[in-house]
């Protein structure tokens, strides 16, 4: 990271210890106006964070000194920046919805091949929903279950849920992703195999996880309908890997595609999308990817001083770097995005968790921050006490929707008070001198006081729709990308979850050898044989 910029922003943060946000918005009231904005339905309040206008300009002259205007060119224009893999980092393409756009990588217009399989997802998935698609014995589709994991999984899951308002209520979802036998057990017993469809879900076609359930359903179902072609009408597959499908026994004609330069983590708008398709429907689904095509427009084209994702990384870094906070929490205030700070959690702690720059040598400053959340008001009831009073610093984004889809009384109105009341409190916090004038005793005092001058970001938009959730992605999304940008670090590749891949296929051969071995550490075998005794296998 540049040096000059970063002496700019340490001297900011010594001469501004000891002003507090109580303090600074005394002051200025024109504070919560200047650092407001909104982009693509989102309206970002970011005036709870310890800035001022001097350290916001030393913020963007970071970003200047990273290149990051060039960057972001780089990305969009299909250069190879995932370069440990040698790919292009592409999943804007995927949500180009201008009619004219080309995209090139390796000199050919990628946007072709997008709206073909777009076109045919839609095909498809009206298909099941109208019933048109039929079972192996004739019934209508009733079940879809998604196999996949990771990049295959999470961002299906969250949206399913996100969108469960749109969703066709006659249609039932189901995503096992755990290689735990458990998870698929349980999932069929909730169906019936005559009413349902599998989709798997695998960029490579190789995932352990994902191909150990994807089997063991294709035995079930056979099972269940007893011949071999049931699978044909009952299994569909999302993968760059035709040959890998179709040795499954899929047959590629109702395979949906996707490309290379398409990372797991930012593929649900790609093929990976298709649950989430059949559930909203084409016409949702189109809404959900013009509401990422706004927001990266918005990243392209808006000065940093406005840009939202840009705004939002320098804050990350700000605390990450300047303040020391390890960790970072997403608090969305709607029970639809119950799952959306896991889905975040893969995108930024995948992404961003590299302890080598682009030399490859080792950073001497902090990279992603561990990322974690729940819904609100639950979290309430259980962490924000660490927050509000605890050692550490937690920067938190509280994200939420003006108007909800299910209206009852005035619950509405009382989740979003909590929500504003809490960004309050962390500002502002509670002096000992406002404790005893409500007649706290003095002994209770220290505990009762709450220092405050904890930094929120508050993101609003008036409903949460396909568009709204497409932009809210897009938005971390690109946030993201410009924290990798500044650290320097390449955002696009996942050696460590390569790794994982492998070393689990040493050890199980461990496990089931019919002779064990005692190749490992000392603590590894000794599970091995433990777990070897357990099941028979001495
Ligand atoms: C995401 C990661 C990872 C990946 C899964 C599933 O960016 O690469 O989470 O999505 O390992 O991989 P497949 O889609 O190839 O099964």
Redesign the pocket.
Known sequence: MNEQAWEKIDSLIDKNQNTTLREMFAKDPGRAARYSLEAAGWFLDYSKNRIDDEMMRALFALAESSGLKAEIEKMFTGEKINETEGRAVLHTALRNVEPDAKVFVDGRDVMPGVRSVLAAMGDFAGKVRSGEWKGWTGKRIRNIVNI?????DLGPVMANIALTPYSQRDLRFFFVSNVDSTHLAETLREVAADETLFII???????QE?MSNAEAAREWLIGQLGAKEAVARHFVAVSTAAEEVAAFGIDVANMFGFWDWV?????LPSAIGLSLMISIGKENYAKLLAGYHAMDVHFRTAPFERNMPVIMALLGILYANGYGAETYCCLPYDQYLSRFPAYLQ?MDM?SNGKCVDKSGRRVTYSTGPIEWGEPGTNGQHSFYQLIHQGTHLIPCDFIGCSRTHNPIGDLHDKLMANLFAQTEALAFGKTAEECRAEGVPEALVPFKTFEGNKPTNTLLADELTPYTLGSLVALYEHKVFTQGVIWNVYSYD?WG?QLG?VLAKGVLSDLTAKEPSARHDASTNQLIARYRKAVGRQ
């Not at 879900?201 to 995932?207: L, R, V």
């Open positions: 996949g994991i990771g990049g295959s879900a695998s960029k490579t076609f190789t995932t994902t990372g797991g983590r930012y593929s893969q995948e996942q979850v891949k």
